[in-house]
């Protein structure tokens, strides 16, 4: 992927064409910010809309449809999408994740066939990783493909997948071999799965804030073709490990309630408090090192550097900080205010108050995080 050196100018002038395309998209009514527009907002329409600007696969070789744009550039819209709280929920896994995972270990038809239609806003994935009974512990999946004169037969179950009921595709992470006693994570591969195909059901699950965003998917004897095969057979958790660093280390770590400490501030712009002042102050402080954190990470990965531990200290700094500003927002709000303007904070506040406990699940647990990080410093 490209790293091309960009002007400060530069980022400058593309900042700008992403707020002036967000305001109108706003203005003429396509999607009011939410709280949570990484995993509430699906939209295709909208997706299709950000390919169409070239923003999706920025990064990516031009024989694919990508832009050969450099990181920074693509960090840049990334955060514009989600400081805005548009919603990408369709389109953001597969630019996220899969299309480096695909540059990486995919074949080169698999490659030519799914990479342009990313980048156009017209293939969305869903990640079938987590499954009942497992929990966070990915290397206790039952899920099973088998290899047959044909191809595969794939026979399991995954739960809480993002937007599984609504994606064309799911990426499955399952067994293709025995557990070896001496390494859990071996016997591990993905595929590719149509979620349309015969076998596959998937089922909605609906969450206390009354939406639809997660689902259960179930494969009963699912056929699959020889070049369904993401990578080699038996790589599949060192894959997963690698397109999780992309998942855990971006912006949307600390974002998700970006619009709740806007419209506090935009509060307080109203009734002045050195309470609220003070802690406006602290979560932008907050924020500001946290992007920083988060960049170093994205900018590491360009180069071919796989900075596992920075990019779980970014998800677990960023988990924390998003409950903090919930709660903080709730505590330090006016309540004398009313309008328009204290009415969009309610809003704003109830999102996020039902959003948050997701925020602690999506990308690996808190104590899976914390334990990967005292692995790797050597104290466990």
């Known amino acids: 992927m490209a790293s091309r050196p960009v002007s400060d100018a530069a980022l400058s002038s593309l900042r700008r064409e992403v707020r002036e395309f967000l305001d109108k998209e706003i203005a003429d009514g396509t999607f009011v910010p939410s709280s949570d527009p990484q995993v509430?907002?699906?939209?295709?329409?909208?997706?299709?809309?950000?390919?169409?600007?070239?923003?999706i696969g920025m990064t990516w070789p031009a024989r694919y449809g990508g832009g050969e744009r450099s990181s920074l550039e693509r960090y840049v819209?990334?955060?514009?999408?989600?400081?805005?709280?548009?919603?990408?929920?369709?389109?953001?896994?597969?630019?996220?994740?899969?299309?480096?995972?695909?540059?990486?270990?995919?074949?080169?038809?698999?490659?030519?066939?799914?990479?342009?239609?990313?980048?156009?806003?017209?293939?969305?994935?869903?990640?079938?990783?987590?499954?009942?009974?497992?929990?966070?512990?990915?290397?206790?999946?039952?899920?099973?493909?088998?290899?047959?004169?044909?191809?595969?037969?794939?026979?399991?179950?995954?739960?809480?997948?993002?937007?599984?009921?609504?994606?064309?595709?799911?990426?499955?992470?399952?067994?293709?071999?025995?557990?070896?006693?001496?390494?859990?994570?071996?016997?591990?591969?993905?595929?590719?799965?149509?979620?349309?195909?015969?076998?596959?059901?998937?089922?909605?699950?609906?969450?206390?804030?009354?939406?639809?965003?997660?689902?259960?998917?179930?494969?009963?004897?699912?056929?699959?073709?020889?070049?369904a095969l993401f990578g080699t057979p038996g790589d599949g958790w060192a894959q997963m490990t690698t397109e999780l660093a992309h998942e855990r280390s971006g912006p949307e770590r600390f974002l998700s309630a970006f619009q709740l400490l806007l419209q506090l501030v935009r509060m307080t712009s109203v009734a002045p408090s050195e309470l609220r002042s003070v802690a406006i102050g602290r979560m932008v402080a907050h924020l500001f090192t946290l992007r920083q954190m988060s960049y170093q990470v994205a900018a590491g990965m360009a180069t071919g550097s796989r900075p596992d531990v920075s990019s779980v200290l970014v998800k677990d700094l960023g988990t924390v900080l998003e409950g903090e500003m919930t709660n903080l927002c709730r505590l330090v709000a006016p309540r004398e205010l009313g309008g328009a303007i204290g009415e969009r904070f309610e809003e704003l506040l109830e999102q996020a108050t039902l959003a948050a406990p997701s925020f602690t699940l999506r990308g690996g647990t808190t104590e899976i995080l914390r334990g990967i990080i005292a692995r790797n410093l050597g104290v466990r």
């Open 40 to 55: 509430g907002g699906f939209s295709r329409e909208f997706s299709r809309k950000v390919g169409g600007r070239g923003w």
């Open 77 to 227: 819209v990334c955060e514009e999408l989600l400081a805005s709280g548009a919603p990408v929920g369709a389109h953001w896994s597969a630019d996220r994740q899969i299309g480096p995972g695909l540059l990486k270990y995919g074949s080169e038809e698999q490659r030519r066939f799914f990479l342009p239609l990313v980048t156009e806003g017209r293939c969305f994935f869903a990640l079938g990783f987590s499954e009942p009974e497992a929990g966070s512990d990915l290397a206790s999946i039952r899920t099973r493909a088998r290899r047959t004169d044909k191809g595969w037969v794939l026979n399991g179950r995954k739960i809480w997948t993002s937007h599984g009921h609504e994606a064309d595709y799911i990426v499955v992470l399952c067994r293709t071999s025995d557990p070896d006693p001496d390494s859990r994570h071996a016997g591990l591969s993905q595929f590719f799965v149509k979620l349309d195909a015969p076998g596959v059901t998937a089922r909605p699950i609906r969450t206390m804030d009354g939406k639809e965003t997660f689902s259960e998917v179930v494969f009963e004897n699912v056929r699959l073709a020889e070049n």
